[in-house]
């Protein structure tokens, strides 16, 4: 409980001194500091609008927040999320194309997550075995897949599947029944809340609650423990990654039927790396995750209020995030460097 606490006033402190750092940056980039300021950090509370925008932007992020957990869990990376994004959006949609006509919505909606989720998992599978059988990182490999994978969904967004009537690198629409219902409307907020809500608290219920879940943690805590003590390691690490490719797609499919109705070239605004951070922030708890992506999503829809309301660009959010990341990570660092200098 003590740990909980401590980690959990650790993580508060990397937000509250981002958010310092971000109030500073306000007054040094602005005219007319007050304005902006209450532009980036209130003004998302003002209407529904701005709200429900905010909680829409959450959705995809809980997912690769999520997907970030379950690798780090078994101290493994999957730095492929953002690939794995692009592809689950690709995969989502092209089926939901192809059945429009043969089933009803929520059948078409259910089939294509499914099969989202299985695309994304089977790429993220292939760095999993590439670690296993020839030791190559899965740091790299994923890295490496993931820029792949993003070339070839432009291809097929501007090519075979580009709706030309749009003028758009875009693919063809999506028909209204394979499309999430609207919340709060005339926010962006939909239904899929309750998918990326529920995806938390199962794969909490997963990891801590689950024989399978804690043996993923025991590997990810002491890989040669696990080993000496009879687990499978290859096996878990393997389904570990296999999930975390999964959550990462569906991130891509949630926002398509959520938001877009298409594959638009550009769609994910980071979803991947932002989930990283948000993973680091929750400590890889995935009930955790959910404030954490909240937040991250209170900063880029504070930036966009911010860009309309004051003179302060929308990348904004990004340096506030980058801050965030430098310290998250640099602090995990904090009490080792005290170790080795109180028992020196």
Known sequence: ???????????????AISLSAGLLLVVLMSDDPGHAARAFFLSVFSNRFYFGNLLAHSIPLMLTGLAASVAFTASCFNLGMEGQVYLGALAGTSVGILISDLVPGAIGIAFMFTVSFFFGASVASISAILKIRTGVSELISSLLLSNGIVLVVDYFVEGPL????????????????????????????????????????????FLFKTRE???????????????????????????????????????????????????????SSGYGWNGIAIALIARNNPVMVIPAALFFAYLESGAQIAALEANITPEFARIVQAVIFFLITAEALVPKHLGRKRYA
């Open 213 to 267: 879940g804690f043996k993923i943690r025991i590997v990810g805590k002491n890989r040669a423990f696990a080993f000496y003590a009879g687990l499978k390691t290859n096996r878990l690490l393997f389904w570990a990654l296999f999930l975390s490719g999964g959550l990462a797609s569906t991130a891509g499919i949630i926002d398509v039927v959520g938001i877009h109705g298409r594959v638009m070239r550009g769609f």
């Open 162 to 205: 580009n709706d030309r009537a749009s003028g758009l690198a875009a693919s063809i629409s999506l028909p209204a029944k394979f499309r999430f219902n609207g919340l709060m409307l005339p926010s962006g907020l939909h239904t899929g809340i309750f998918f990326s809500l529920c995806a938390a608290f199962l794969l909490w219920f």
């Open 1 to 15: 409980m003590i740990s909980r606490l401590h980690n959990l006033g650790r993580s508060l402190l990397v937000i």
